[in-house]
């Protein structure tokens, strides 16, 4: 089945640090990339829809000089936390989907990243 | 704008029990729906996906059926097992371009 990898898994880091999360997708080319962020116990909150080769499109609320996206490639989008505080702490996941459009292929979810700023 | 209402919030069977999950959505102009699983500290591992043209679709022990028009959709989990431990998401995706995930059902299958 389509896979997508996610990494690091885990980062703790100092306030001001900026971090970056990788999303791969590893057997599908991701015309497509979502992020989320989740806190606990509660479900996820989409950020951004990233489409390979443009800007990604934010949800209101969303800060876009915070949370700098890039979807390069077909297999790859990078979440960049820019100067990151500890109200930023939380799980991040990312999922990617196939097609063009509005397509109705499915989408496929990374493990997440834990992200501790301290 | 899409709410995505999943009830119950938990669940707490014992082994071997049928059990069904529901999930209703606002806005019935959607593509797909998808159901998925997430264990604690996990990322969401897909378990079906129904188009908006189909009524229901089967994978193993889960059975997912979809009516459209009343913005509903069940997920039946036949003979349950403890494996079968987590929360469980439905996410209807619409012309909007982006699915809406509900709060989830957190399940609890005791041996």
């Known amino acids: 089945g389509a896979v997508v990898s996610q990494h690091p898994s885990w980062v703790i880091c100092k306030s001001g640090t900026s971090v970056k999360i990788e999303c791969r997708s590893l057997?599908?080319?991701?015309?497509?990339m979502f992020w989320y962020r989740q806190f606990p116990k509660q479900s996820l909150m989409l950020m951004a829809t990233?489409?390979?080769?443009?800007?990604?499109?934010?949800e209101q609320g969303v800060e876009k000089d915070k949370f700098l996206i890039n979807h390069a490639s077909l297999t790859l989008s990078t979440l960049t936390v820019t100067s990151a505080h500890p109200e930023d702490s939380s799980f991040y996941i990312c999922?990617?989907?196939?097609?063009?459009?509005?397509?109705?292929?499915?989408?496929?979810f990374g493990d997440g990243t834990r992200l501790s700023i301290l | 704008k899409q709410e995505v209402t999943q009830i119950p919030a938990a669940l707490s069977v014992p082994e071997g029990e049928n059990l069904v999950l529901n999930c209703s959505f606002t806005?019935?102009?959607?593509?797909?729906l998808q159901w998925f699983r997430q264990d604690p500290g996990k990322g969401l591992t897909s378990l079906l996906l129904?188009?908006?043209?189909?009524r229901e679709q089967t994978s193993g022990r889960l059975n997912a059926s979809l009516d459209k028009s009343s913005g509903r959709s069940t997920l039946y989990i036949a003979a349950s097992q403890p494996g079968d431990s987590a929360t469980y998401l439905c996410?209807?995706?619409?012309?909007?371009?982006?699915?809406?995930f509900g709060d989830g059902t957190t399940l609890t299958v005791k041996p």
């Open positions: 806005d019935s102009a959607i593509y797909n």
């Open positions: 990233s489409n390979e080769g443009s800007k990604a499109t934010y």
């Open positions: 999922s990617a989907r196939a097609g063009t459009g509005y397509s109705n292929q499915p989408q496929h």
């Open positions: 129904i188009q908006s043209s189909q």
């Open positions: 057997d599908f080319q991701a015309t497509t």
């Open positions: 996410a209807p995706y619409t012309n909007a371009g982006k699915s809406t």
